[in-house]
């Protein structure tokens, strides 16, 4: 509940999906290499046999796991990678600074709310109207408004709650809203008696300045905390029950908050890119009638094809992930990030590496193909096509982020076809070097026509250009809209990004 109403709904539902993906993944994995070693040890056992023994010793390992050292810190380093990649606490840790730097309109609702609750704690009519005055005479300024401000919070998010879409998020945040509104009474509470003493205690003009400070402190100190747990609730709540971003910015508007909110960066590239990918790793299957030594099993074929989509995600995310987060992976002026593309190249090299290395470890290969004798130089081999991936899309990011333009659709034609042809070029590079390696280490080459070999690389021209069409221009819309909003002063001088926060009033002496 902690992680599900603090991010957005897609975002969490997308890395539960992740990480049951995951685990379900291993499970097979594990299943196949237990069945495999039963198998090896009893090979006149029949298959149903190992079966038998393997998903039970599978699913009783899976249930210690968690428990064991060095499985409990995979188990907990992947747990922590789907947090990164639902963006906590990062999404509403965001969300609330920009709450808390937005300018506020306090609610019609405040400050009735505070004279009645003023007026039960004993504090005269005359004196709260005195006191939220913003005529520093009983209270500062500062310390007024932001009084105001907290019972401007509480009075709306009272309000909400009669909202039945947002049933559930007040019950899954029942204890904070419970402490805050301990909180709230308390300080109401506090407020009320500094207020009297003003009244109780006679002082000459100079000592009764320094007295207005001395109370405006201790009630601004009170409220502080208070209106940080709100912004944090209205963040919470802004992120996990409303999907759209003009409903969102409406949500946070009717608290008073004029904000601008960043463009997330959309999944549907994404997605298409890997349905694409796994698809086309899957369809030549269809046309290749090999048996014997290398017959290839739908698990095999599908596993495969999965893995390799998997790692095409990899690459793209280093590809555009360190320039929506890092300065170093940006382009400057002059120059673009040659350095960055051999860090990240080398990562996602390394990474789709290891991810195909484990499949081609795993999942039953036939004996004749270079994957099942030499699996590290199969995936060492066909890892590089991600490596090129994630520097050439980065090149494309970084050659529009210099444009500095504002049509994102341009060029991406241009884009689609400078990727296919790269795509197409390595795929054809890839498959003449898997017929020299698997020459080199004494095996038969397979009985593949050339004929398919070209429309493997015809595919992967294909796979280039929609790449190459949809993922640079999306990352340079995303990174251009958020770097516009930070910069921008069109809601009354509200700088998002780096401006003082003017609805964070400090009492001054």
Request: with cysteine.
């Amino acid at each position: 509940m902690e992680i599900r109403y603090g991010v957005n709904r897609d975002r969490y539902y997308f890395g539960v999906l992740a990480y049951v993906a995951i685990a379900l993944v291993f499970y097979v994995f594990l299943v196949i290499g237990v069945h495999s070693l039963i198998t090896s040890l009893r090979p006149h056992a029949e298959p149903e046999a190992g079966l038998l023994v393997a998903i039970p010793a599978t699913m009783a390992f899976m249930v210690v796991a968690p428990h064991l050292p060095l499985a409990r810190r995979v188990i907990n380093f992947l747990r922590t990678m789907m947090q990164t990649l639902a963006r906590y606490p990062q999404a509403v840790e965001t969300v609330t600074a920009a709450i808390a730097r937005s300018p506020i309109r306090v609610t019609e609702r405040a400050k009735p709310e505070l004279q009645r609750e003023l007026e039960g704690y004993g504090v005269p009519a005359r004196l709260i109207e005195k006191a939220l005055n913003h005529d520093d005479e009983v209270l500062a300024a500062g310390a007024a408004t932001m009084i105001k401000q907290v019972a401007s919070l509480h009075t709306s998010f009272v309000e909400l709650r009669g909202n039945k879409r947002f049933a559930r998020f007040f019950r899954a945040r029942k204890a904070a809203f419970d402490e805050m509104e301990r909180q709230y009474r308390r300080m109401l509470r506090r407020s009320a008696r500094a207020l009297l003493l003003t009244e109780d205690i006679m002082v000459s003009d100079v000592d009764a300045q320094e007295l207005v400070l001395e109370i405006s402190d201790f009630i601004a100190e009170e409220c502080e905390d208070l209106r940080v747990a709100y912004q944090r609730r209205l963040a919470e709540a802004t992120l996990s029950v409303v999907d759209r971003r003009d409903s969102r910015i409406e949500l946070i508007a009717s608290f008073g908050y004029q904000i601008v909110f960043p463009q997330a960066l959309p999944f549907a590239p994404l997605v298409i890119i890997f349905v694409l990918d796994f698809v086309i790793s899957v369809a030549p299957l269809f046309f290749l009638h090999l048996g014997g030594k290398f017959a290839v099993s739908s698990l095999a074929g599908g596993l495969s094809s999965l893995a390799h989509a998997v790692a095409l995600m990899i690459s793209i995310f280093f590809a555009v992930y360190p320039k929506a987060s890092t300065n170093f992976a940006r382009p400057s002026l002059y120059a673009l990030p040659w350095r960055s593309y051999v860090v990240f190249g080398v990562v996602s090299y390394s990474v789709a590496n290891l991810v195909l290395f484990t499949t081609y470890s795993i999942i039953p290969i036939a004996e004749g193909w270079l994957a099942k004798s030499h699996p590290f130089a199969a995936s060492s081999l066909f890892s590089l096509i991600f490596l090129v991936n994630t520097v050439v899309l980065s090149i494309l990011l970084d050659v529009r982020l210099r444009a500095d333009g504002l049509d994102y659709h341009e060029a991406r034609l241009r884009d689609g076809g400078t990727h296919a042809v790269v795509m197409a070029s390595v795929m054809f590079c890839l498959l003449i070097g898997f017929t020299l390696v698997t020459v080199h280490y004494g095996l038969d080459a397979p009985p593949i026509s050339w004929s398919v070999y070209t429309f493997i690389v015809a595919l992967f021209g294909v796979l280039g250009f929609v790449m190459g069409y949809l993922v640079p221009s999306t990352a340079e819309a995303y990174i251009e809209a958020n770097k516009l909003m930070r910069k921008s002063s069109a809601l009354d001088g509200n700088l998002l990004g780096w401006a003082a926060p003017a609805s964070q009033p400090r009492v001054k002496p």
